[in-house]
């Protein structure tokens, strides 16, 4: 034993004999590696020849103290080996007793190079009375928004962004840039005893904490020089000289490792295991000895280091396992060597049966977790009610229980190349089942374990919803951590593309095809508020959740935000949801639900579809900006045909662009018992449709039509003739000469 202790003893001291320590490279050699308390490492660099790329060029200012670090006119914060943290930049508006605005800043990011934000940040909005919209670029336009309200100091908590007094929203993946814009709803004129000011801005979501009533009442260049200080914005970056890893030459260095980040447009390197050092610099990664790392890497024999790992023995004449404490033991002394060899043969084969069982038991081991927590995730998600209720139903063939490996395997595990849209509500992928069926796949997020019973209420609901211009649900799947949902795949994109991107197929969007998609919108929308099992709000009505298939027939999609309504209540109580511009006004003050609130959002989907606009345009004038309230002053003013898109005026008529017109005005009522039902406004268009397609149509135009024509544009831009038949179209529709009073151009 004593030899046993010396030989253990020996590596420890030829260890400390040699300088096994190496020196990680940080910085090209010559260039600075510091800025003040930043350490900048390559490929990024200060001065010349000392960075990777003009996109990884730093400067270090020292007229500061300490000295501060700047990409471009950016701070920086730190720099990691992915991330780059940088010093934010804060959008804020202060109001004065008399409700005007003191102070005034909009704060505004442009990324240079290789870096987007990362989405670990939220765009963040401070303040009681207050709503900001954050809009950019993420490789297509992006915009969204938030509200920050409330009514009394006692009400704000603090600690939470709950939407009292503090708001935050997520940013998609990819942005280079964004500006946020804020704006007020009373400009404060009730809360200015503790809130004179609102902010939006961009922030690490963890390291933001609201401080309630002490962030409100603070004096507004106290508050931002605070956000500015202590919460930096994080950005991803990249290496994309030839954007992937198999592009070709990269720029990862000895025994590193180049990889593809996911949506990054680009890659990174990182040294392989075993081996630490800078994989960008020439020098590349070196090995590390292991042997000088007894905390990691415990070694009770003999050490001895490899490239890139190491081996740890017994001394001679000692067997066992030398990386535990006595776990190497003398050997006896055979007389034999034939009996040594057959005890290392017998050793050796023991070993190998040995590890053959433990790995089976492994794999065993973790099939069988795996198929608990599937069956655990299934029970959470309510898959055992909803299979009594399916049975109890006799309704097999209405909704299919799909398994995580059909959906899997129908997707390509879920990958990134097959998802087709991202909401608020989850992310959707394009699958091909088995039986060669193309579906959409949506991955949702995390439902509440306690709603587990209304929310497989919801699903078999939702299955029994037949209706040509309802996307059709087919499935689900519980066996996930989130609840899996499986709907027929539509072709032809969304309302929203083709009216917004010109180059999508404007062609097609005649006069006509255009009532037929707002009146099968209108009818599907009747049809779940008043002819299915239980009145279905589907409360997140806009273009974008208005799908066209391969024959431009409309698909009403997305029920994320849906609300069922008891057959004995005529509104309910929720949680504001939906999207800025189609949101109903009453619902967000008051929180009551109705049926009347897609009403409302389906008015400003008409308004969007007959102008062309958006519903918020963020670079439109402040009077235009809300396309709803535009859209209403327009008809009220008798400027309707000022804001209609100009192909319109040639392929309607007056009378028919009026009638939409008041109609949207009643749809875009601020009182919701004011507007029409859905299944009225459907009986509308459809009474405009047929009038379209009627013999009469196909009259001389008049010349009133054509003296408003003329007035509006110069070119003859369509061939289609202009209707002039006021009488004809009040014969049909019934609609009178005074309902139109006050409407008419003349």
């Excluded at 804020?92 to 990011?109: A, E, L, M």
């Excluded at 040995?354 to 069956?375: F, P, T």
């Excluded at 929180?591 to 519903?615: C, H, N, R």
Aim: aromatic share 10%.
């Amino acid at each position: 034993m004593f030899l046993y202790f010396i030989l253990c003893l020996l590596p420890c001291y030829l260890t400390m004999a040699v300088d096994g320590v190496t020196t990680n490279n940080i910085a090209k050699p010559g260039c600075q590696s510091q800025c003040g308390n930043i350490t900048v490492t390559y490929p990024f660099g200060i001065g010349t020849d000392c960075f990777l790329d003009y996109s990884f060029e730093l400067t270090c200012n020292n007229s500061y103290e300490p000295p501060k670090l700047f990409v471009g006119d950016l701070q920086i914060y730190n720099i990691s080996d992915s991330e780059l943290r940088i010093f934010t930049t804060i959008s804020y508006r202060c109001y004065n007793q008399s409700g005007v605005v003191d102070y005034d800043h909009v704060g505004w990011t442009d990324l240079v190079g290789f870096y987007t934000f990362s989405v670990k940040n939220k765009f963040t909005v401070v303040g009681c009375d207050d709503y900001a919209l954050i809009s950019g670029t993420n490789g297509a336009d992006f915009s969204s928004g938030c509200f920050g309200l409330c009514s009394q100091a006692r009400d704000v908590p603090s600690g939470e962004c709950s939407g009292i007094g503090c708001c935050q929203t997520s940013i998609p993946k990819g942005l280079s840039y964004y500006n946020a814009t804020l704006g007020s709803v009373k400009n404060h004129s009730h809360v200015i005893s503790f809130s004179e000011c609102g902010y939006g801005f961009l922030v690490e979501e963890d390291s933001f904490v609201f401080g309630g009533v002490n962030d409100l009442s603070t004096d507004y260049l106290k508050f931002t020089n605070k956000i500015r200080s202590t919460m930096p914005v994080v950005l991803d970056w990249v290496i994309k000289s030839d954007g992937t890893c198999a592009a070709g030459v990269n720029a990862c260095k000895g025994n590193s490792t180049c990889y593809d980040v996911v949506e990054g447009e680009g890659y990174r390197c990182i040294c392989k295991s075993g081996y630490e050092g800078n994989p960008y610099l020439d020098a590349g990664c070196q090995d590390v000895d292991e042997c000088n790392d007894h905390g990691t890497n415990p070694c009770y024999g003999i050490c001895t280091n490899t490239l890139g790992s190491y081996t740890c023995t017994c001394p001679p004449q000692f067997s066992g396992n030398a990386n535990v404490t006595n776990g190497c033991q003398p050997i006896a002394q055979k007389s034999s060597n034939n009996v040594s060899t057959t005890f290392i043969i017998v050793l050796v084969f023991g070993v190998l049966v040995m590890l053959s069982g433990l790995v089976g038991i492994y794999y065993g081991i973790r099939k069988r977790k795996l198929i608990r927590l599937r069956e655990k995730f299934f029970e959470q998600n309510g898959g055992v009610l909803l299979k009594q209720k399916i049975k109890s139903q006799q309704s097999y063939e209405a909704m299919t229980l799909f398994s995580t490996e059909q959906l899997r395997k129908a997707t390509g595990s879920y990958s990134q190349e097959n998802i087709i849209g991202r909401g608020a509500y989850g992310v959707v992928y394009k699958g091909i089942l088995s039986d060669k069926r193309l579906v959409a796949i949506k991955r949702s997020k995390l439902v509440d374990a306690t709603q587990a019973e209304q929310f497989i209420n919801e699903v078999l609901i939702l299955t029994q919803v037949i209706h040509r211009n309802v996307v059709k649900l087919l499935g689900c799947c519980l066996e996930e951590e989130v609840p899996v949902l499986v709907y027929e795949f539509i072709s032809n994109n969304t309302l929203f593309h083709h009216i917004h991107h010109r180059l999508g197929g404007m062609s097609w969007l005649t006069w006509e095809n255009r009532l037929r998609v707002a009146s099968e919108a209108a009818s599907a929308l009747g049809y779940l508020h008043s002819e299915t099992t239980m009145p279905i709000i589907h409360r997140d009505v806009k273009s974008a959740n208005i799908l066209l298939d391969e024959n431009y027939t409309t698909k009403i999609s997305d029920f994320g935000a849906s609300r069922l309504v008891p057959l004995d209540h005529e509104q309910v109580t929720t949680l504001i949801q939906g999207t800025l511009g189609y949101l109903d006004p009453e619902y967000f003050n008051s929180s009551q639900l109705t049926e009347k609130s897609d009403v409302y959002s389906f008015g400003v989907v008409l308004a969007e579809l007959i102008t062309g606009k958006k519903p918020i345009g963020a670079d439109r004038t402040n009077e235009e900006k809300n396309l709803a309230t535009y859209f209403t002053n327009a008809v009220k003013e008798n400027r309707l045909f000022e804001i209609i898109e100009p192909r319109l005026l040639r392929e309607a008529t007056l009378n028919q662009l009026q009638a939409v017109g008041n109609l949207v005005k009643r749809c875009l009522s601020l009182v919701g018992r004011n507007r029409p039902t859905m299944k009225e406004v459907a009986v509308e268009l459809e009474g405009l449709r047929k009038f379209t397609t009627h013999p009469w149509a196909q009259k001389q135009i008049g010349n009133e039509s054509k003296s408003l024509v003329l007035e509006v544009e110069q070119s003859d831009l369509y061939s289609v003739p202009l209707i002039n038949s006021i009488t004809e179209w009040e014969s049909y529709s019934g609609i009178s000469n005074t309902s139109l009073e006050g409407n008419n151009p003349r």
